[in-house]
């Protein structure tokens, strides 16, 4: 008969038992645990989902309050990993929440005292930003000449050896890994400077920084397939100053570093701004999680585009397009989901290859800035549905994050590249 439920005797019954739902923090407070966000969270088969993050965070705290010793506890171990280390930390979960929560953003916060010690390092990267990049090309460059002396199984064993010993705390080697860039783009106006068709063009740090994995056919790199498209579709491009020293501050800010992150974007804004004529030109960023970042923490009025936007915004009218013969694979950062460009990017893949084909249950590749090479399960079990999704026909894949389309690829088995080198094959 149920007792208790239907017929109670209890005149407090309405009040009895109920879920205890501690505050923890202001972000996720008014988390109803309905669990509308849980499809999209890249970490949802390997460790938590959003409101499971929210649902032990709540514990935790509760039992601070409570007066337990917290830091010595099983569940704040297992908090550190499950619900900070394998959080992509992108925030597609606040697009799915009825009340906007974004659990990223409570990772990102408990993520500044986790990286506190790393701070002067940090620093000091943020304040020689050129010097940064330049070691990341000669590690690219190491990489490319140990591989072809060792070859992909010796160096793979090698890497993984290292990271046995070091228990994970060293990254994984995937031959995917890009070589360094070699294209070096200055300072300067490219073409006619009386061109009323003008674009202003930022190449993120990545881009900067990465060529293409070894066995690409188009060995050319994103900061070349851009120019030269944007110079096939009669554009003048300007290169902003101080390009080498120039980031979002998307790294800083995916570790909970704020202050180094908003300093960064505040210096990246006040030359976008000088380089546009002050908002007149429109700006290219040709990776889209910077896109998204310098749009949300720019104070003036900046047109700025990541790759699709651009191209339909811009470039459809200004090229004859030719789709090629083939099928492709798109996959759609969670940044372009976040800033409502999934149509875009559609669009402009339909308008250069014949069939396109983009992944079900594919939200967010979660290899999120460098997780790929520190948490590499995080990305596998994001990407875990993609390889059975591929044609057999398909040879490659686009996308518009450099970073993402390392892993893409890697668990993909065909190479991903940015949509710009598509777009360059259709318009030849
Ligand atoms: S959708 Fe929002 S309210 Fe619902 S469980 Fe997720 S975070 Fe909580
Ligand atoms: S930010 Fe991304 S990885 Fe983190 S909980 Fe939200 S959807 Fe999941």
Redesign the pocket.
């Known amino acids: 008969m149920n007792p208790g439920v239907i017929i109670n005797d209890d005149p407090n019954a309405h009040i009895t038992h109920l879920k205890p739902m501690p505050a923890a923090d202001e972000i996720?407070d008014?988390?109803?645990?309905?669990?509308?966000?849980?499809p999209v969270c890249p970490s949802r088969t390997l460790t938590l989902s959003?409101?499971q993050r929210?649902v032990l965070y709540r514990e935790i705290q509760r039992r601070d309050v409570a007066g337990e010793d917290i830091t010595k506890s099983e569940l704040s171990d297992v908090f550190e990993y499950q619900g900070l280390d394998t959080c992509a930390a992108t925030g597609l979960?606040a697009d799915?929440?009825?009340?906007g929560?974004n659990?990223g953003d409570l990772v990102k916060k408990l993520r500044t005292a986790k990286y506190q010690k790393h701070e002067t390092i940090a620093r000091w990267t943020a304040n020689h930003f050129g010097s940064t990049t330049s070691l990341v090309k000669v590690g690219l460059r190491a990489n490319q000449l140990s591989t072809s002396v060792f070859g992909e199984r010796m160096m793979s064993g090698m890497v993984g050896g290292i990271r046995r010993i070091t228990k994970g705390t060293t990254p994984v080697w995937l031959p995917e890994t890009p070589t360094a860039n070699r294209h070096h783009l200055k300072h300067g106006v490219y073409g006619q400077p009386d061109n009323p068709k003008k674009v202003v063009y930022f190449p993120s740090c990545a881009s900067r920084t990465m060529g293409q994995q070894r066995d690409n056919t188009d060995q050319r790199s994103l900061t070349e397939v851009t120019m030269s498209l944007l110079a096939k579709a009669g554009y003048t491009v300007i290169i902003p100053r101080e390009l080498e020293s120039q980031c979002c501050g998307m790294p800083y800010d995916s570790k909970g570093m704020n202050r180094i992150a908003t300093s960064k974007s505040q210096q990246l804004e006040a030359l976008l701004w000088e380089a546009s004529n002050e908002g007149e030109i429109p700006v290219l960023m040709d990776t889209s999680p910077c896109t998204k970042r310098t749009l949300e923490n720019i104070s003036r009025p900046l047109s700025i585009f990541e790759p699709a936007g651009f191209v339909c915004e811009y470039l459809l009218n200004d090229l004859t397009l030719t789709p090629v013969n083939e099928t492709v694979m798109l996959h759609v950062t969670c940044s372009s989901r976040r800033m409502g460009l999934e149509d875009s990017m559609l669009r402009v893949a339909k308008a250069c290859a014949q069939d396109v084909v983009m992944p079900e249950h594919i939200q967010c590749c979660g290899w999120a800035g460098d997780k790929g090479f520190t948490t590499p399960e995080l990305n596998q079990a994001a990407t875990a549905p993609l390889r059975e999704q591929i044609p057999g026909n398909c040879r490659r894949g686009f996308s518009n994050s450099r970073t993402c389309e390392i892993g893409l690829s890697h668990h993909s088995g065909i190479p991903y590249q940015s949509i710009l080198y598509l777009v360059d094959d259709a318009s030849r």
């Open positions: 996720v008014r988390c109803i645990e309905c669990g509308f966000c849980e959003p409101r929210i979960c799915r929440c009825p009340v929560i659990t």
